[in-house]
């Protein structure tokens, strides 16, 4: 029974690693920043950190590292074109449009308010039709607000906020929102360092429930 267990093992993973061998090459740029598909000869770049995708399809392509144990895997991004988005398994976003790609000039359809643990869990969201006054101050307030100074100290409620849009309905624009005790809520970018200051109507939107009475 163990040996017949042992075999349809091995017969899995070298079915996995036939399956891995024939997608499309992919080739890196010399200064890593890029990946061509040798088939098609479409060349990707990573957008900047906050844009992430919305999930994982199927695998469409990868790269082997021709002297180390290491494979880049490309996955496309469910209702996005292929030939244009890709992402890989830390969900970025991989771009091979001229166009630029500008959250600040997005017509937002939502914005999605998370909690991150093992997995991002949505709470709720601001949706248009419905908070459209909010999702517009959103977005004038992190892509044109003043820039701020997080406090000292930890925040005591921590939530990603994702701005979501029809026209890229497999893409989030992300960034945080932290709130004190003292009663101050910041939308933050890890990466960039961009602060700013959320108004005291904006923040009880972003703190439903028991939260808002804190």
Sequence with gaps: MKRSILLLLLALSLLLVGCKDRLPAFAVDADGNGYTNEETGVHYVALDFPYEAVGRGEAVGVYDHP???????????????????????????????????????????????????????????????????????VQALWFSGEEAELPEGSAAVSRTVKLATDAYPGIYYSFYFYWYESGEGYFFAPVSGRCVAVPDNLTEQFLPGEEAEK
């Design 67 to 137: 002297k180390l144990d290491y494979s880049h895997v490309f996955y496309a991004i469910p209702d996005e074109d292929p030939t244009l988005f890709l992402t890989d398994d830390s969900m970025t976003v991989w771009y091979a449009g001229e166009v630029a790609i500008d959250a600040a000039e997005w017509e937002l359809s939502a914005v999605i308010v998370c909690r991150e643990d093992v997995v991002s869990v949505e709470l709720f969201a601001l949706t248009v039709g419905e908070e459209d006054a909010a999702i517009d101050e």
